[in-house]
């Protein structure tokens, strides 16, 4: 941050607005985007901007269908920076009038343009669901939906309730028998001490699923050695075969000892809701890799997770944006954090979520809708990339101009 400050600082002396106005919310982006996200491999877990998805979620919608998060990040702190621009020193009137310009050239109308722009895209987005204008009317342009059930378990906090495999399986048939036709399991509800222990969940979860003719998602951190465990969702299919096994690819740094599973998205192809993806918890906080289902144009992803405090609200908020950019619908089931339905659009017509408590379960109506197209899915993090070339060729070129200038001086 010191970095991008000392190269805003140089910036501002400079005659050229482009320098005053960009160089900041290019590094800013960067430092987020490159340094934290990638560099210490957080994603996008401690992102400031998280806090405005509230505030105003048709600009947050539009840019992130175009751009992803660092779009965000961008325009956020460009606002600080174009609102200092219309600030002049009345006590210098040689400076004043330097930095004053038409107004039709002032960053200040530019900045306008883009955030109208941007509120009528994403507000159009929100509110016009595909297919409903002009005076159409809900059953011709609202999508069915299937019941769909969230167990909600322990995390990896509790080994005695963990290995309590007949509450998830009671839970999971509750559930079943107010008509969910898919039951997740929130991230490491059950566990495993040995191959044994793995080989019995895993053949009851086969049972479960095949005897109640539903889709069966259920995780569990598996002991691989002592202090080395894997995180671990699989997927049975109603005819009671493992279609996906999954292990958690991005361990949360410094406080999961679990052995990282390969990079990829498994999904699968269902009658009754369309291509199905899965991925755990803190994968969702890295764009790039969520991104792969746009690749594989996945209508649904399932996401189990487990959080606590107040970090279960933000995580939830901060994971949602990953349906926004690739444009799918998702599941999330998540424990001490939100649970439900989140779509393509912010606050889209089936959004549906809880803060789920542990050992509980909740039912919810997921819309059959095929995925989205979005520009982000196509373009991925090219966005970010390029602020952080740019930002960082601007600051270097800043650095040099300034060493230059006080060696003319001397």
């Given at each position: 941050?010191?970095?991008?400050?000392?190269?805003?600082?140089?910036?501002?002396?400079?005659?050229?607005?482009?320098?005053?106005?960009?160089?900041?919310?290019?590094?800013?982006?960067?430092?987020?985007?490159?340094?934290?996200?990638?560099?210490?491999?957080?994603?996008?877990?401690?992102?400031?901007?998280?806090?405005?998805?509230?505030?105003?979620?048709?600009?947050?919608?539009?840019v992130t269908w175009m751009v992803g998060r660092p779009g965000i990040d961008f325009v956020l702190a460009l606002f600080a920076t174009v609102v200092l621009e219309t600030k002049t020193d009345k006590s210098s009137s040689d400076e004043a009038e330097q930095h004053a310009t038409n107004w039709k050239k002032h960053p200040a109308t530019w900045f306008t343009i883009l955030v109208t722009l941007l509120a009528l895209f994403g507000g159009s987005q929100i509110h016009i669901h595909r297919g409903s204008f002009f005076q159409?009317?809900?059953?011709?342009?609202?999508?069915?939906?299937?019941?769909?059930?969230?167990?909600?378990?322990?995390?990896?906090?509790?080994?005695?309730?963990?290995?309590?495999?007949?509450?998830?399986?009671?839970?999971?048939?509750?559930?079943?028998?107010?008509?969910?036709?898919?039951?997740?399991?929130?991230?490491?509800?059950?566990?495993?001490?040995?191959?044994?222990?793995?080989?019995?969940?895993?053949?009851?979860?086969?049972?479960?699923?095949?005897?109640?003719?539903?889709?069966?998602?259920?995780?569990?951190?598996?002991?691989?050695?002592?202090?080395?465990?894997?995180?671990?969702?699989?997927?049975?299919?109603?005819?009671?075969?493992?279609?996906?096994?999954?292990?958690?690819?991005?361990?949360?740094?410094?406080?999961?000892?679990?052995?990282?599973?390969?990079?990829?998205?498994?999904?699968?192809?269902?009658?009754?809701?369309?291509?199905?993806?899965?991925?755990?918890?803190?994968?969702?906080?890295?764009?790039?890799?969520?991104?792969?289902?746009?690749?594989?144009?996945?209508?649904?992803?399932?996401?189990?997770?487990?959080?606590?405090?107040?970090?279960?609200?933000?995580?939830?908020?901060?994971?949602?944006?990953?349906?926004?950019?690739?444009?799918?619908?998702?599941?999330?089931?998540?424990?001490?954090?939100?649970?439900?339905?989140?779509?393509?659009?912010?606050?889209?017509?089936?959004?549906?979520?809880?803060?789920?408590?542990?050992?509980?379960?909740?039912?919810?109506?997921?819309?059959?809708?095929?995925?989205?197209?979005?520009?982000?899915?196509?373009?991925?993090?090219?966005?970010?990339?390029?602020?952080?070339?740019?930002?960082?060729?601007?600051?270097?070129?800043?650095?040099?101009?300034?060493?230059?200038?006080?060696?003319?001086?001397?």
């Amino acid at each position: 941050m010191f970095f991008c400050l000392a190269s805003d600082y140089l910036a501002n002396r400079q005659s050229c607005a482009v320098f005053r106005v960009l160089v900041f919310p290019l590094l800013f982006t960067s430092i987020y985007f490159g340094i934290i996200g990638r560099g210490f491999g957080f994603g996008d877990g401690f992102v400031y901007s998280t806090s405005v998805l509230l505030g105003f979620p048709d600009i947050v919608q539009g840019v992130t269908w175009m751009v992803g998060r660092p779009g965000i990040d961008f325009v956020l702190a460009l606002f600080a920076t174009v609102v200092l621009e219309t600030k002049t020193d009345k006590s210098s009137s040689d400076e004043a009038e330097q930095h004053a310009t038409n107004w039709k050239k002032h960053p200040a109308t530019w900045f306008t343009i883009l955030v109208t722009l941007l509120a009528l895209f994403g507000g159009s987005q929100i509110h016009i669901h595909r297919g409903s204008f002009f005076q159409v009317g809900y059953p011709e342009y609202v999508p069915k939906s299937i019941p769909v059930g969230c167990v909600i378990g322990p995390g990896g906090i509790d080994l005695e309730l963990q290995k309590d495999y007949d509450r998830w399986f009671d839970r999971s048939a509750t559930l079943v028998n107010a008509g969910a036709k898919l039951v997740m399991w929130s991230e490491e509800t059950a566990a495993t001490s040995n191959d044994d222990d793995e080989a019995a969940l895993i053949s009851r979860a086969q049972t479960f699923a095949q005897e109640n003719n539903v889709y069966l998602a259920f995780t569990y951190n598996r002991t691989i050695v002592d202090d080395l465990t894997e995180n671990k969702l699989l997927v049975i299919t109603p005819q009671g075969e493992i279609a996906i096994n999954y292990s958690k690819s991005h361990p949360v740094p410094l406080i999961e000892p679990i052995q990282a599973g390969k990079p990829e998205i498994p999904y699968i192809d269902t009658p009754e809701f369309g291509r199905v993806g899965v991925a755990i918890c803190f994968d969702f906080n890295f764009p790039s890799f969520i991104t792969q289902a746009s690749k594989y144009n996945i209508d649904v992803m399932l996401q189990p997770s487990w959080t606590w405090g107040p970090i279960g609200t933000y995580h939830s908020r901060g994971n949602a944006l990953r349906a926004v950019e690739n444009g799918f619908t998702m599941l999330r089931c998540g424990s001490q954090g939100f649970s439900g339905v989140f779509e393509p659009a912010l606050n889209g017509i089936y959004t549906q979520h809880v803060p789920a408590i542990t050992d509980s379960e909740y039912i919810f109506h997921l819309p059959i809708q095929k995925r989205a197209g979005t520009l982000y899915g196509y373009t991925g993090d090219l966005f970010g990339f390029l602020c952080l070339i740019t930002g960082v060729g601007a600051a270097l070129y800043l650095t040099i101009k300034r060493f230059r200038d006080d060696q003319i001086r001397i």
